[in-house]
Each structure stands twice: as structure tokens, then as C-alpha cells.
């Protein structure tokens, strides 16, 4: 049997006008909430469209798998997605009483885990350190050397006799 989500999309698009009003009062951590939930509320329609009722587990389970990895992901950048973590300990919660909002909560919480995804990364320049004790020694040496080379230097003739 093949699973066609009914769902009134009005919700959806209801979601997606309250994150532009929010963008254009300023409010843009509400903006993008509202946004991001919006966008997984309509990507979980697009992957179970035509997907069997037998082959929802195994999409659930690929979902939370994909949540947890970018979760750590997360962590290991200093950051902690706590909606993200939320929803994906809600999902597992739900995965075995009712598949269909354990689904939904882990598209909510893929979506919450990759928000870095919507801000532009500042990247840092190249910086090349370097230890200016040595680099001053040899340039030091290096003007000596020539300051030397420049010194006329008298030569002593041993006289041979003079002819």
C-alpha cells in the first residue's frame, strides 16, 4: 500500500506568512524557526510521497540517523542545537507508538541540526606565524655580511724585491 499524506497544506503556508512577518519586524530568530519548520513540514511530504507504508521505518530510521550526525556535528563546532536535540529524542520516543509524528519530529529535526547552512561563514585569513627572533638574527647577519664586504681591505705585499 502506498502512503499519500493527506495533510491541509493551509498550516504550512500559514507558517511560511508568519516567518515573513517576522522578517519584516525585525524578529529574525522567530523568522527562522518558523521558516525551518515550515520547510520540514513540506520535505516530509515530498519523501513519503509514493513511499510504501513498509518502507516508513526504514526512512525514519535513515532520518534520525542523519539528525544525530549532523547533532554531533553541531557539538563538535561548539554549538548545541537543543530544538534539534529536542525533537530528535521525541522522535525516537514515537518511532514504535506512531511512526507518521515520529517522522515529522525527526524532519524538524534534521532541519534544526543544519541551520549554519542558512548564514554565510566568516572565513578567517591565512595567518603565517613566525618566530621574529631567528628571522631578526639572520637579517642582522645578512646587513653585517655586507657592510663587511663593502670595507676596502688593504693587502700587505711582501716585498719580492724590487727590480
Request: hydrophobic share 40%; glycine share 6%.
Amino acid at each position: 500500500m502506498l502512503f499519500y499524506p493527506v495533510l491541509d497544506l493551509s498550516e504550512t503556508r500559514k507558517g511560511i506568512d508568519y516567518a515573513y512577518e517576522d522578517r519584516e519586524g525585525g524578529n529574525y530568530e522567530l523568522c527562522l524557526f518558523k521558516a525551518t519548520k515550515a520547510k520540514a513540514e513540506s520535505d516530509l511530504i515530498l519523501s513519503v510521497s509514493g513511499i510504501g507504508t513498509e518502507k516508513l521505518a526504514n526512512l525514519l530510521d535513515r532520518k534520525l540517523e542523519i539528525a544525530k550526525r549532523n547533532i554531533a556535528k553541531q557539538i563538535e563546532k561548539g554549538n548545541f542545537p537543543i530544538l534539534a536535540y529536542s525533537y530528535y529524542e521525541y522522535a525516537s520516543e514515537l518511532k514504535e507508538e506512531d511512526a507518521y509524528s515520529a517522522l515529522l519530529y525527526a524532519e524538524y529535526a534534521l532541519e534544526l541540526s543544519n541551520l549554519d547552512m542558512y548564514f554565510k561563514q566568516v572565513k578567517k585569513p591565512f595567518a603565517f606565524k613566525i618566530d621574529m627572533g631567528p628571522v631578526l638574527y639572520i637579517l642582522i647577519g645578512m646587513i653585517m655580511g655586507y657592510l663587511f664586504s663593502k670595507i676596502p681591505m688593504k693587502r700587505k705585499r711582501k716585498g719580492r724585491g724590487k727590480r
